[in-house]
């Protein structure tokens, strides 16, 4: 059973989820002014002053704030997936029936104990949403940030998302029960 209890190592300590690739992990600086002359471009600043430069957490923020499950933002080389709407945890969960796995986040519980494998077997694949997105893993997988508005020396522990070198679809699904909602991430390696 994977219940709520086992979420403790993804604890967030504000939004926005990021799921990065893990190469480019050491680019994302968070709330620190981006280095080297970098710029990013964001419209939203955690500051409350938009004439502070733009750092990686305000994009990330921007995104977060859009009216979707899910977007796609650069990080050094590469592109990560942002996990949109308030969260207070998330989770990676390993799919065993393909490659990839899953990002839980629950929306609503109560004191009942939901057994999100059991969960996830019951939701046919018809049921998820594809977002048109895609992530790419060149083999070393992707991490699953506790802390988005730190730099990667936080004092939380990112979660490491094991995935074989490929691209990766990104669908969406809530599974909605009287005592327990679950928002649902899904990445599966795509066929070439």
């Not at 048109?132 to 997988?141: E, I, K, P, V, Y």
Request: include cysteine; hydrophobic fraction near 40%; charge should be negative.
């Amino acid at each position: 059973m994977f219940g709520i209890e086992e979420w403790n190592a993804g604890t967030t300590t504000g939004v926005p989820q990021l799921l990065c690739p893990a190469e480019p992990v050491a680019h994302w600086e968070g709330i620190n002014v981006p280095s080297s002359g970098r710029i990013v471009e964001s419209d939203f600043r955690s500051s409350g002053n938009l004439k502070d430069p733009a750092t990686d957490y305000d994009l990330a923020c921007s995104i977060a704030m859009l009216p979707q499950e899910a977007g796609l933002i650069t990080v050094g080389q590469g592109k990560a997936l942002v996990v949109c709407g308030e969260i207070p945890f998330a989770a990676w969960l390993p799919a065993n029936s393909f490659l990839g796995g899953y990002i839980l986040v629950p929306e609503f519980w109560t004191k009942t104990e939901a057994d999100c494998q059991a969960i996830l077997l019951g939701i046919e694949d018809a049921a998820y949403s594809n977002t048109g997105l895609a992530l790419t893993s060149t083999g070393l997988g992707f991490m699953l940030f506790a802390a988005t508005d730190c730099s990667t020396d936080s004092d939380f522990e990112n979660i490491h998302a094991d995935c074989p070198a490929g691209i990766y679809g990104v669908a969406t699904h809530v599974y909605d029960a009287p005592d327990f909602q679950l928002r649902i991430i899904r990445l599966e390696q795509l066929l070439e």
